[in-house]
């Protein structure tokens, strides 16, 4: 996800474009479905299983603050979760992260430490 600028609120729209196509007056501001899918299949088998044996998180995928800018943090953080419970270690670390744990609805316990 790419904005000019970050957004004055959550209901102000944002633009999605491939790396490729991103103008240079333009910043990343979260990760996008090719990235989220990489991510997944590096982390998860096609059953769901964790192909990890430990992962440290230390930040977000994105500016997650904002509401325009969460799918990619919480995107991960599910695969991270469904991981987790399939036996992965995943250690979550940084007051950002720990804050975005909670503000998307996880709990500490979806992993193995926050």
């Avoid at 633009?15 to 991103?22: A, I, R």
């Avoid at 990489?38 to 088998?45: E, G, P």
């Avoid at 230390?58 to 990619?72: I, P, S």
């Avoid at 953080?77 to 036996?87: P, S, V």
């Amino acid at each position: 996800m790419v904005a000019d600028r970050l957004p004055a609120d959550e209901s102000e729209e944002v633009d999605t474009k491939v790396v490729k196509d991103v103008p240079s007056n333009m910043g990343y501001y979260d990760i996008g479905d090719g990235t989220i899918a990489a991510f997944r299949k590096l982390v998860l088998d096609e059953k769901g299983k964790s192909k990890i044996g430990t992962a440290i998180v230390n930040g977000t995928a994105g500016v997650y603050e904002y509401e325009q800018f969460r799918k990619g943090t919480r995107a991960l953080f599910e695969i991270l979760r469904d991981a987790t419970r399939t036996g992965a270690t995943t250690v979550f670390g940084g007051a950002d992260t720990g804050a975005a744990v909670e503000l998307l609805g996880f709990k500490a316990d979806d992993f193995s430490l926050v």
